[in-house]
């Protein structure tokens, strides 16, 4: 009997090799976001956002047209794209420092006026590309470079819940919670990034945003293997998973 | 609505607003900032009518990266605010730059540093000329000195951004802006422009493009600022603007830009009146500088008074293009405070020397 | 039923986590380097259904995962990596 192949790259995904860390959840993240768009059929219709931060060059892995914008800017810009060119899918890709830190005031005015936009939140609790410092999401106790006797609520405050305050607004369409810990976990992230994406194409209202708990072994100092145990134990009791809104 | 008008009476910002829409403004992104509400005001009346984008942004800061965004679906679009909000586009300026998107920017001076105060003032000339955010690049800086020219120079603005893929920005002041004159609109003839292949508009039919200012590679950034210096040296050889009277013969010459400008002609036709042989110089173009007229002009024995809303800016650029060769004095009010035309001829009186001109 | 993955050794990072998800331990770490200086993933033994869990998980999306007939469920596009598994086989 002839084997029949059964998964394979989607072809939204680039062949190029990533410069992400073995383990880490970005790898994971854009073959969902790219397996969303191949299922969806919207490739030449798209416009995606890269951050700043590890996924800076998702350019690069991402076989759409794409902007490359400022630290935390990407829904400002998003609101821009989409407000002239409507018809576009457009999404935005933010890590935590991009889109919770610097990028704070964007992300909350895009969902507060309800921009018809697909925001894609990895949330890995550090800032990976300038070399583990803390994060607004990052945990109490979490050692980082800048929380090097551990993150104090006293002193650094606590970890930001992002998909909780942009849930009560009611410009947020759709906000959900996902992580990449597990293949069932991915599973569930990819009908959620599918469903983020299809929103914007049924021209429902609503901004949709998907936080992704992710990985980054590096930054945790740990294996990948170990990486998705934290990820289950310390950081799902912070950042619990479950659609919120929509 | 692209009909030639009559003259109409409106504010400087308002006929800035109206020549945005004639030239085919599709975009536009602002936050209110005295003393250029009336732009936002206006274009939220207009805008939306015509089918066209208006959105108050949060800040000045998400407004630049909303005009970022437009631009590179390859819409025409603009921003405008007042100096503490130009500050907060820095940013944004330098990845417009970087990034090679043409847009429109107005600034309509007020007083400084910090918050200020909402009276005119000159003293954003070095942010405007000098980049302002990182890295090396420039915008094209145009500076009107009436309604009519606000106006008129607005048009001009869209069609140079996208022919040099550049942010124009438009260097008004609280006075300018808000004051009413006459004002005619010309109709509106889009030129021949290069086609803005190089968008984001999802890649049908094409390979992806991607609009960046990220060069990682050895060498390609330095690769790619030669590409802009190169732009910029085209744009220094063709866009010089510039304006002059009565320096053929002058022992004076009084150089001003905007509202000083004004002044400064006034100032003239007065000393003439009383026997001083003065002449004036109007940059239009604030960059590129109109330095060859200025430094031809120097080649004769003058002295150059640079008078400005501010503690002196252009001075310099003066300075630099008078290459030595003659006197260059400065003066000046800040803060909101405005020279008069009968400050401007004591300046030079002062300086007069008896028949037989300066030494 | 039985199922074959082929990993790309050279895009593969050694994460491991293929490995720590099979259910079927039938991936290991090579003790061989690929030019980036990874010790890649590959398969081993004969248990290997096909589930494809090691893909899901793959980061690097260096494995391709083929099955032998069975009930198998594939979305309209094979290609896409969508996959729906039934138990059994």
């Known amino acids: 009997m002839t084997m029949q192949k059964v998964f394979a790259r ?47 060059l998702a350019y690069d892995y991402l076989d759409v047209d794409m902007v490359e914008v400022a630290h935390g800017r990407a829904p400002a810009v998003a609101t821009g794209i989409k407000r002239v060119r409507p018809d576009r899918i457009v999404f935005c890709y933010q890590g935590d420092g991009d889109l919770a830190s610097i990028g704070a005031a964007e992300i909350l005015h895009a969902t507060h006026r309800g921009e018809p936009l697909t925001v894609i939140f990895v949330n890995n609790a550090v800032y990976g590309m300038t070399g583990g410092q803390m994060a607004p999401t990052s945990v109490l106790q979490q050692v980082t470079a800048t929380s090097p006797q551990g993150r104090r609520a006293d002193r650094e405050g606590y970890p930001m819940q992002v998909a909780e305050l942009l849930a009560v607004l009611p410009g947020a369409g759709y906000v959900e ?34 936080e992704v708990l992710s990985p980054c072994p590096t930054y945790w100092r740990m294996t990948p293997a170990q990486a998705l145990r934290w990820l289950q134990q310390t950081m799902c009791p912070v950042f619990p998973l479950g659609r919120l809104k929509g | 609505m692209n009909e030639p008008t009559d003259r109409v009476l409106m504010t400087g910002n308002e006929a800035l607003a109206e020549a945005a829409i004639r030239a085919g403004l599709e975009a536009y992104f602002g936050y209110p900032i005295t003393p250029q509400n009336e732009l936002t005001g206006y274009l939220a009346a207009h805008l939306p ?58 600034n309509i001076m007020r007083g400084g540093p910090g918050l200020g105060n909402i009276q005119p003032s000159q003293a954003d000339y070095f942010q405007a000329t000098r980049g302002g955010g990182h890295g090396d690049y420039r915008l094209i800086v145009l500076a009107p000195a009436t309604v009519q020219e606000t106006a008129d120079l607005t048009m001009t603005a869209f069609d140079l ?45 094409r390979p992806q493009n991607i609009v960046r200012t990220l060069w990682l590679a050895e060498g390609m950034l330095e690769q790619r600022n030669q590409l802009l210096q190169a732009k910029y040296r085209r ?117 007069a020397l008896p028949a037989g001109g300066p030494r | 039923m039985a199922g074959e993955i082929q990993i790309d050794r050279e895009r593969c990072k050694g994460c491991g986590l293929c490995i720590q998800v099979c259910p079927r331990q039938s ?55 969508r996959l729906e598994v039934r138990a059994g086989g």
Not at chain 1, 181 to 200: D, G, I, L, Y
């Open chain 1, 10 to 56: 989607p072809p939204t995904l680039k062949l190029n090799p990533t410069h992400y860390c073995p383990g880490c959840g970005h790898g994971i993240v854009h073959r969902l976001v790219a397996e969303a768009i191949d299922d969806l059929g919207i490739r030449e219709r798209t416009i995606g956002i890269a951050p700043v931060g590890c996924a800076v």
């Open chain 1, 177 to 210: 919670r996902v992580g990449v810990h597990s293949p069932a976990a991915v599973r569930t992230a990819k009908k959620a990034v599918v469903h983020a994406f299809e929103r914007q194409v049924k021209c429902e209202p609503g901004l949709s945003l998907i």
């Open chain 2, 49 to 106: 009518p015509l089918g066209r984008v208006f959105v108050q942004s949060e800040s000045e800061l998400a407004a630049i990266n909303m005009v970022f965004g437009a631009s590179a679906t390859g819409a025409r679009t603009m921003t405008t605010s007042s100096s503490p909000g130009i500050s907060l586009m820095q940013e944004g300026l330098s990845y417009l730059a970087g990034a090679e998107l043409p847009a429109v920017v107005a």
């Open chain 2, 161 to 205: 951004a996208d022919r040099y893929r550049m942010t124009v920005m438009i260097l008004s002041d609280g006075v300018l802006g808000q004051m009413m004159e006459p004002v005619r609109f010309r109709e509106y003839h889009r030129p021949e422009l290069p086609p803005k292949d190089w968008a984001v508009t999802g890649a049908q039919g």
């Open chain 2, 235 to 351: 744009v220094e050889a063709n866009e010089v603007r510039v304006e002059a009277g009565q320096i053929e013969d002058a022992d004076y010459v009084i150089v001003a830009y905007g509202l000083m400008a004004r002044a400064a002609r006034a100032a003239v036709h007065r000393l003439r009146a009383g026997g001083v042989k003065a002449g004036w110089i109007r940059p239009i173009s604030l960059w590129p500088f109109p330095s060859e007229i200025i430094g031809r002009v120097a080649q004769q024995p003058r002295v150059f008074l640079t008078v400005e809303m501010s503690c002196g800016q252009m001075v310099q650029d003066v300075r630099l293009a008078v290459g030595g060769q003659c006197p260059v004095l400065f003066y000046g009010r800040a803060g909101g405070g405005i020279p008069t035309v009968d400050e401007i001829v004591g300046q030079v009186e002062k300086l």
């Open chain 3, 27 to 81: 991936i290991s770490l090579s003790q061989q380097a690929n030019r980036m200086g990874y010790l890649f993933a590959e398969p081993c033994g004969s248990g290997c259904t096909g589930c494809a869990l090691c893909a899901l998980m793959c980061p690097d999306v260096a494995i391709e995962v083929y099955r032998d007939g069975g009930s198998v469920v594939a979305g309209p596009d094979d290609s896409s990596g």
